[in-house]
């Protein structure tokens, strides 16, 4: 589109970047302590990321429904966390969860309840029923309404949708605001802050298969990376194990499956009709014998069969209940029969296909107890963060710590700009809005296809199971597809709403955390929770430790860390 | 199976034209898969809006399909003909996209009424 030279120009006590659950909260936390706030979305406030397509459970140790503990939860979480937790950031995880589930209780959220009380259910890998959800796989869209309605309540916030960030602004080695595209009109914006908060999610979409929303591609990494700030963990990525595979289903979360399963005993079948999980559980020293795997062993289960030729036909497990009468069916999915008729499909009749497909980041931008990262003045929250749940997620987590850390991360960004005043310089912007006016108007490569081609790379040679062969390959496609891509904007048209401009934005940062996640895969020859190198198989105690990425001019750095050392 | 999309495009305030593009489908498949397909494989400036993709959670993927307004991302494609236009009651932005934020979260209401 060739962005229009003029630009607008805003100023503010704290920017928010992106508004899914962490961003949302952390404006409200803000502006609570006196902070003029502007949140800022590159989609819609509160419908862009993964938090309006939660459709399950949220974990806290409320003790609801059966006494409990936060030090329980989080015992749950290092363990899930395959001894790799930032232990300070997993305790405060568990410890403020009940607060905010309690805190979004009283704004109506309605966390389904039973007997006067609120109702906490069981999930895998935690040791109690502790995980509260808002019925009918509602979760998601009532915590985003809830949010967005207290943001339409508070004062001294200013929601700007369609603003998509494109860097961080950094003057003397502290961040004092970003460089954005408004997309519907093309105009360049600044915006002059005293601290920014990167609440980015995750980066899920680098994935072919994945239940990620378009906005997805690991932005707030590549934003933190060339502010100078450092990732950790980045090699962990989570693959949900039965993620929705065929027949088409239009209309519902891909993740959809997991409450039924374990309320009705879905079975998981390979292609000889057998069921599997039982020989992949005795693995799990977690297990002991119960009929329970924790992500990265489902993942790991379906993925061996369907290398062992024992996948359904479209490359996955078939999930049946035809073994459930269909009265049973609709009671436990109710509506949802409808909905999956309308798909074509009968639970009673037939089975589904799933296969693990990419699904949350556990690693991400590496920060201390307040939430702030090595540059002064840039915090990040939420997904975007890493260290809080090690090598493996527990289920439930992540909405728990989207409230959590962003509330503690907008607090702490208000306590930082109110002990400063506003620092501006136009060269803490140059460069982007440099690179945003070399957009030219070029007809290949195809920016959509390049973004395919990304995908597919991450997929087969990052994915859930790694060699050193497939990694170096990654790393050395990664680059030539920058090569090809070059180092100017391409844009389609004049005007706003450029999607080829918006392509390659996300591109530059796609390519740039794509390798932020194999180059440390590489590295880490054992295999941990989500990571599995196939030519290191098994855990190596000589890995409990983190790597840290940083950028060094145009090269990727790695460190190691000892797991003890704070940040 | 193929179906041909016969797509409503331009900016506000120039003449609209109807580009047809052809795409092969499995049933099954949404609108969106659709969309998303012809930018992947034909015409990468082709606007439309959408987010979640599968959960129809986003609420972004509005839009005229054969008249009728729907989400792009719950209705089929089908063999044959399948018009789509941008909502007609929204300020057009480009082909697809309209301007479908609450007032309130946009950004000439952030510099209007702006503390800073
Ligand atoms: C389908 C699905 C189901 C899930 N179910 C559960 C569950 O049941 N329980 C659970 O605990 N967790 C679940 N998770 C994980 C959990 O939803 C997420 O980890 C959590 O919601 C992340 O919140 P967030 O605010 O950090 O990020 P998000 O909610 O993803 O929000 C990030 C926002 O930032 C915006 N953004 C990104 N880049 C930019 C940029 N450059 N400029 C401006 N804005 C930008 C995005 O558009 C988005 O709106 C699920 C995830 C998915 C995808
Ligand atoms: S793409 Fe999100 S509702 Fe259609």
Redesign the interface.
Known sequence: MLPETAT?H????VLVVGAGGAGMYAALEAARAGA?V?LAER???G???AT??A?MTVAAALGEQTPDHWEHHLADTIAAGRDLCDERLAAILCEDGPRRIREMDAWKVGWAREDGHIRQVQAPGHDRPRCVYVDFLST??AVSRTLRTRL?DAS?I??????LIVDIAVHDGAACGATAL?I??G?I?TIAAKAVIIATGGLTRLYRRN?????MGGDGYALALRAGAELIDMEFVQFFPIG?LA????????IMWDPFRYKLGGKLLNSEMREFEESYASRDIRSDGRYVLTRDLATYAISKEVEAGRGSPAGGAYLSFQHVPPDEIRRAFGPVVDRLAA??IDLARQPVEVAPIAHYHMGGIRVGETLETRVAGLFACGEAIGGANGANRLSGNAITEAFVFGARAGHHAALHASKQSIVWSPDAVGPTMDLLRRATRRDTP????VI?SVQSVMSDKVGPFRTDGKLRSAIESLAAIGNELGSDPIA??P??????LV?WLDLRNMLLVAQAVALPALARTESRGAHQREDYPGLDDGWGIHQIVELAGAKLNIKALSRRVAA | MRAVLAIQRGGPGQASRVDSFEVEFEPGQSVLDGLRLVRRDQDPSLAFRFSCINANACKECMMLIDGAVDYACTVRLKEGVTTLSPLPKKALLRDLVTEIAPPDERLDRATNNGAG
């Open positions: 607008t805003l100023k503010t006590d003029d502007i989609s819609l406030i419908r862009g990321g309006v397509m459709q998601g869209p339409n001294g200013r929601r700007i949708g369609d603003l408004h519907s009109t105009r914006v239940s990620a929303s378009s906005n929705h027949p088409r289903l239009v209309g519902m979360d891909p798909n074509g195809n920016t959509a296809a395919a389609s048209s005007g706003g709403v450029d999607p080829v392509d």
